[in-house]
């Protein structure tokens, strides 16, 4: 099995050495004004279904921002302290003991835990015309790794939006709008993400390659509320 270890491990970085660096994101977004409404990120948080084999996020944090229509653009991220597939089989022992596990070659490209993100856009009136999200394409937890797709739903939708977690690596299937008062969901009150927060995720790194990439984030969030 260490031999199979090793010979994944050296095609992986045969393959990382011809990976181009990028130069870190630009420090402004032109367009955007960054704000911090903790009234408006709880009345707008998303709520999660309880009941997944996954596990519950430990937090939610979030960062917005206004464009020159008066819209307001939000993006949640929700903390889990790691991501694993438990699943039987040779793609997820590899997956535990190479990616989440082992040599944790996750923790070497992005940064410690899990982070995953819903992103809306909020129009002037307070209606939500877009929510935006990442789900697993063809999910089949046998296998090493997950497809992410991201999802684009550009049509009103009504507050609290709900989500429930499908997959072992956090991602999201859209379960409904306008959810009642239940103790079906899992409700965390969303603090924002501060700079030193931001950081200390690695959210955004000054050189990226195939060891060292930045985390899911939108545009607009590298600006922030001092």
């Known amino acids: 099995m260490k031999f199979f270890l090793t010979i994944l491990f050296i095609t992986l970085f045969s393959y990382c050495s011809s990976i181009q660096v990028v130069d870190k994101n630009a420090d402004t977004v032109p367009g955007f004004t960054p704000i911090k409404d903790n009234e408006l990120a709880n009345r707008y948080a998303p709520l999660l279904a309880i009941g997944s084999e996954h596990g519950d996020p430990f937090a939610i944090y979030y960062r917005a921002s206004k464009d020159l229509e008066g819209n307001t653009h939000i993006t949640y991220h929700y903390f889990w302290e790691k991501e694993e597939n438990t699943h039987s089989g040779t793609g997820p022992f590899f997956s535990r003991n190479i990616y989440t596990g082992g040599i944790k070659l996750q923790k070497t490209m992005f940064g410690k835990g899990d982070i995953e993100q819903v992103s809306f856009i909020i129009d002037s009136y307070g209606r939500i015309g877009q929510v935006e999200y990442e789900t697993a394409e063809d999910y089949d937890p046998s296998k090493f790794g997950?497809?992410?797709k991201t999802i684009l739903r550009k049509e009103q939708h009504k507050e609290p939006v709900v989500f429930k977690v499908m997959s072992w690596n956090h991602l999201f299937d859209y379960v409904g709008d306008n959810a009642s008062n239940s103790s079906d969901y899992i409700r965390i009150t969303p603090v924002y993400f501060t700079q030193k927060l931001w950081e200390?995720?690695?959210?955004?790194?000054?050189?990226e390659s195939f060891f060292s990439r930045s985390r899911a984030h939108k545009?607009?969030?590298?600006?922030?509320?001092e």
């Open 146 to 148: 997950v497809k992410h």
């Open 200 to 207: 200390e995720y690695e959210m955004v790194k000054e050189k």
């Open 219 to 225: 545009p607009y969030e590298i600006e922030f509320v």
